[in-house]
């Protein structure tokens, strides 16, 4: 409550704070942190101005996870998959605390507990979405475009990230302006993870830079596709190919070495996206690549739209089983190989043979017969 009158570095640090502890604030203790937040943004430097929209989408995040909950069993399991969550996903998707979390999530009314407290955290997300997020959006976009040339670009990509997906379209210029004081920034030392983000941001947003542009974040982030978690070069795959832009063959060599490297700790959507834009790409992995990321797959839990969706990955891919050389019959690894495509076949094949998905700009048709 005190934080209702704070400065905005204050007010960044307490909601930080809050929800890297798992402690989320509702109800009127959240209009009041959050309207503060608005009068106080026009005064923020770069860096508050980032770690607030960290601040504010682990908020969602963690509102969204309680909201989706319907009782106080699904609410202990919607803290669990939250804290998962902050721990697999790319930082600047979900703010940037390096900070292990010891506890679970909790909203700030101690005597709401179960289905009450997810009631609660329903309401307060709707609040947070309708009222609060368009405001804070406008004020931080505002904000940024005056100082924008005192910005990093890890201090661009993540209040793009935090505009991106608040679901504001700033004008072409706008973005514009930003991508070029990203990509000039580029030779301060931008973190690799940061020139992922940027790119997600671009795709979600739907602003495609110049051609120029585009290489010099690709070749910066080439340095260091190493230092990527398996979510981050989901994502970063995801992104071009929404961006129909397609890499060179030597950045994308290195690109598939590796998701072969983390192939095995990808999530089931983080496998799936990759695999989708490499097919995008037109890429031509070698044989051995192939099996070990459908060894991958086979040993994930994978729903019928997503298994389609690998498969016909596969096949663009030149995954061709029946050909000569693959020696799917013979060994143990060849029947591994096999065991893994029969498992997405059935899954194809649960749900009635054929899927039809439309995501983003791209469409994915994957049959299985």
Not at 213 to 236: E, F, K, N, W
Not at 269 to 276: E, G, S
Not at 326 to 340: F, P, T
């Amino acid at each position: 409550h005190h934080c209702t009158a704070a400065t905005g570095e204050v007010l960044v640090d307490a909601l930080l704070g809050c929800v890297d502890l798992g402690y989320l604030p509702v109800g009127q203790l959240q209009q009041q942190l959050l309207a503060r937040a608005v009068e106080v943004v026009a005064s923020m430097q770069p860096e508050a101005l980032r770690r607030l929209c960290q601040a504010l989408v682990m908020l969602e995040q963690g509102l969204e996870a309680y909201a989706a909950a319907d009782d106080a069993q699904d609410a202990a399991a919607a803290a669990i998959r939250w804290e998962q969550r902050q721990q697999q996903q790319a930082p600047a998707r979900r703010g940037r605390s390096r900070q292990k979390r010891s506890r679970a999530a909790s909203t700030s009314t101690s005597s709401s507990t179960g289905a009450s407290a997810c009631i609660l955290a329903a309401a307060s997300l709707q609040q947070y979405q309708q009222q609060q997020l368009p405001q804070l959006a406008q004020a931080i976009a505002h904000r940024q475009g005056i100082i924008l040339w005192q910005s990093s670009t890890q201090q661009l990509a993540d209040v793009f990230a935090f505009i991106a997906a608040s679901g504001l379209q700033p004008s072409q210029e706008y973005m514009a302006t930003g991508v070029s004081k990203a990509v000039d920034r580029l030779a301060d030392g931008a973190p690799t993870v940061s020139v992922a983000t940027l790119l997600w941001s671009l795709a979600r947003l739907g602003f495609k830079p110049h051609p120029q542009l585009l290489h010099q974040l690709l070749a910066a982030l080439q340095r260091g596709l190493h230092l990527l978690s398996s979510q981050d070069l989901a994502d970063v795959g995801w992104a071009l190919c929404t961006l129909k832009h397609r890499p060179g063959s030597a950045w994308l060599g290195v690109y598939m070495q590796q998701v072969a490297s983390k192939a095995a700790y990808m999530s089931e959507q983080a496998l799936t996206d990759t695999l989708w834009a490499l097919a995008c790409f037109a890429a031509q992995p070698d044989r051995e690549w192939l099996k070990l990321v459908l060894l991958a797959a086979g040993k994930l839990e994978v729903s019928n739209r997503n298994a389609a969706v690998m498969l016909w990955a596969m096949q663009q891919l030149g995954f061709q089983p029946q050909a000569e050389g693959w020696g799917l019959q013979q060994g143990a690894a060849g029947g591994e190989v096999q065991r893994a495509v029969e498992a997405l076949l059935q899954n194809v094949l649960q749900a009635g043979g054929a899927v039809v998905e439309q995501q983003q700009q791209g469409t994915r048709v994957a049959l299985a017969a």
